[in-house]
């Protein structure tokens, strides 16, 4: 794989920072970050952004990345750490030899001194717990980044706008700033190597691509470092990409998820009022209310006594959804429901729903014949069929109506 031609453009409203990417075959694609003209100052003109977005897809196709640009020192001697890390996982990573000019400091066009905090914000638990639990220190986080084009589709862009406004409608009324970024790494390097193992570094990747401006970066955790497996995105792997200038923080593996929902969300009345957690993407609806996150939230914040509280969600729970559903016990999140379900206990409540999630935790542990071939077809896809079979159901409904496909999947819980 080659990185080159690295080039910083600042247009009438946005400053834009691309690269060629070669890969093995010989395709070429031009990958970029772009910002408004309000951040151009932000905007870095070396190859960090891109050597921290195309690492793991050279390990996964055993390819050599050469980087036609500056590098980091830091981050290029770092290289060696995620690899080793991400190869001893054994989840087919292996390690390949980087080339980069090692360069450090005045790659900055205007050589500023990075003086922001900043963290990745959807409106989730996640990303209001670690907004809430930096809010009160000294380096408190005064940047909030939203990406359009890794989570949300490029082509998506309705929902994007409709995310996004409620995004700022936050940062507004909790005082600070949001950073839109948009890029195309999804849509190039989704081709390569499924998403999940790609996230912390595309989130590094963007917090790089700022990093003119911003000294500390916030990557909201998931899981308890207890839950804790291979991933895409990992407390021990996501700070490998800080630079000397920028340091990135995998935040908030001291709580699990059902703790943040008692300790800070159900706390505090800006969660409470804007909460989103759907995920759906379904047009004009905040909180669908009905797919497997919205009725998990909705149970973490009755075990935390903060249903009733809760603007953005409705305050019932579906009893027979809960039945439904099926968790991925391989992602660890069947620990969720297991959390929910052990409060629920311990606080005597909800003998009906109690019975509910522990039905759907034993049939997740035990899945149908049906449901066990669809997941051994999708484990032939990724590992044998460079993910033929998920590129042609994705790649129809993205020209379609993706929203409609996924709305269908989860209904009939084949998703979840
Ligand atoms: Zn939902």
């Given at each position: 794989?080659?990185?080159?031609?690295?080039?910083?453009?600042?247009?009438?409203?946005?400053?834009?920072?691309?690269?060629?990417?070669?890969?093995?075959?010989?395709?070429?694609?031009?990958?970029?970050?772009?910002?408004?003209?309000?951040?151009?100052?932000?905007?870095?003109?070396?190859?960090?952004?891109?050597?921290?977005?195309?690492?793991?897809?050279?390990?996964?196709?055993?390819?050599?990345?050469?980087?036609?640009?500056?590098?980091?020192?830091?981050?290029?001697?770092?290289?060696?750490?995620?690899?080793?890390?991400?190869?001893?996982?054994?989840?087919?990573?292996?390690?390949?030899?980087?080339?980069?000019?090692?360069?450090?400091?005045?790659?900055?066009?205007?050589?500023?001194?990075?003086?922001?905090?900043?963290?990745?914000?959807?409106?989730?638990?996640?990303?209001?717990?670690?907004?809430?639990?930096?809010?009160?220190?000294?380096?408190?986080?005064?940047?909030?980044?939203?990406?359009?084009?890794?989570?949300?589709?490029?082509?998506?862009?309705?929902?994007?706008?409709?995310?996004l406004k409620s995004v700022q409608i936050i940062a507004k009324e909790a005082g600070v700033e949001v950073i839109v970024v948009e890029t195309n790494m999804r849509t190039i390097l989704e081709q390569h190597l499924e998403w999940e193992w790609e996230l912390g570094s595309a989130l590094s990747s963007v917090a790089l691509f700022l990093s003119n401006g911003l000294?500390?970066?916030?990557?909201?955790?998931?899981?308890?470092?207890?839950?804790?497996?291979?991933?895409?995105?990992?407390?021990?792997?996501?700070?490998?990409?800080?630079?000397?200038?920028?340091?990135?923080?995998?935040?908030?593996?001291?709580?699990?998820?059902?703790?943040?929902?008692?300790?800070?969300?159900?706390?505090?009345?800006?969660?409470?009022?804007?909460?989103?957690?759907?995920?759906?993407?379904?047009?004009?609806?905040?909180?669908?209310?009905?797919?497997?996150?919205?009725?998990?939230?909705?149970?973490?914040?009755?075990?935390?006594?903060?249903?009733?509280?809760?603007?953005?969600?409705?305050?019932?729970?579906?009893?027979?959804?809960?039945?439904?559903?099926?968790?991925?016990?391989?992602?660890?999140?069947?620990?969720?429901?297991?959390?929910?379900?052990?409060?629920?206990?311990?606080?005597?409540?909800?003998?009906?729903?109690?019975?509910?999630?522990?039905?759907?935790?034993?049939?997740?542990?035990?899945?149908?014949?049906?449901?066990?071939?669809?997941?051994?077809?999708?484990?032939?896809?990724?590992?044998y069929l460079d993910r033929r079979i998920y590129k042609f159901v994705f790649g129809f409904t993205e020209k379609e109506d993706r929203t409609f496909l996924y709305k269908f999947l989860s209904r009939t819980r084949l998703i979840s």
């Amino acid at each position: 794989m080659k990185i080159n031609n690295i080039t910083r453009k600042t247009g009438t409203k946005h400053t834009t920072l691309s690269a060629d990417i070669t890969f093995g075959a010989g395709i070429k694609e031009n990958l970029y970050l772009r910002v408004a003209n309000k951040y151009k100052h932000f905007v870095v003109s070396d190859a960090n952004p891109f050597l921290a977005a195309l690492l793991l897809p050279s390990m996964r196709k055993k390819e050599d990345l050469t980087i036609e640009g500056d590098v980091s020192p830091k981050l290029l001697t770092n290289t060696r750490s995620i690899m080793n890390l991400v190869e001893g996982w054994k989840v087919g990573f292996e390690k390949v030899s980087v080339k980069g000019k090692a360069k450090s400091g005045k790659t900055s066009p205007l050589n500023l001194n990075p003086s922001y905090s900043a963290s990745f914000f959807t409106g989730g638990v996640d990303s209001f717990y670690t907004f809430l639990k930096h809010n009160k220190k000294k380096d408190a986080i005064t940047h909030f980044i939203f990406i359009h084009g890794c989570d949300i589709p490029l082509e998506n862009k309705e929902f994007f706008d409709d995310a996004l406004k409620s995004v700022q409608i936050i940062a507004k009324e909790a005082g600070v700033e949001v950073i839109v970024v948009e890029t195309n790494m999804r849509t190039i390097l989704e081709q390569h190597l499924e998403w999940e193992w790609e996230l912390g570094s595309a989130l590094s990747s963007v917090a790089l691509f700022l990093s003119n401006g911003l000294k500390k970066v916030y990557i909201p955790s998931g899981l308890r470092s207890d839950q804790l497996g291979p991933y895409g995105t990992h407390p021990e792997l996501d700070p490998l990409f800080s630079t000397e200038k920028l340091e990135i923080i995998h935040d908030g593996c001291e709580s699990s998820r059902i703790e943040k929902v008692a300790n800070s969300i159900a706390k505090s009345p800006l969660a409470l009022k804007y909460l989103r957690v759907c995920c759906q993407i379904i047009k004009g609806k905040y909180n669908c209310n009905e797919c497997v996150k919205c009725e998990q939230t909705k149970m973490e914040l009755l075990c935390a006594g903060a249903l009733n509280k809760a603007k953005t969600l409705t305050h019932t729970i579906d009893v027979d959804l809960v039945r439904k559903a099926i968790y991925n016990t391989k992602l660890n999140y069947n620990l969720f429901p297991e959390d929910i379900l052990k409060s629920l206990k311990k606080q005597n409540l909800e003998p009906a729903l109690q019975e509910a999630v522990a039905f759907s935790i034993e049939k997740s542990k035990h899945l149908p014949l049906s449901r066990r071939g669809a997941n051994l077809v999708a484990e032939i896809d990724k590992k044998y069929l460079d993910r033929r079979i998920y590129k042609f159901v994705f790649g129809f409904t993205e020209k379609e109506d993706r929203t409609f496909l996924y709305k269908f999947l989860s209904r009939t819980r084949l998703i979840s």
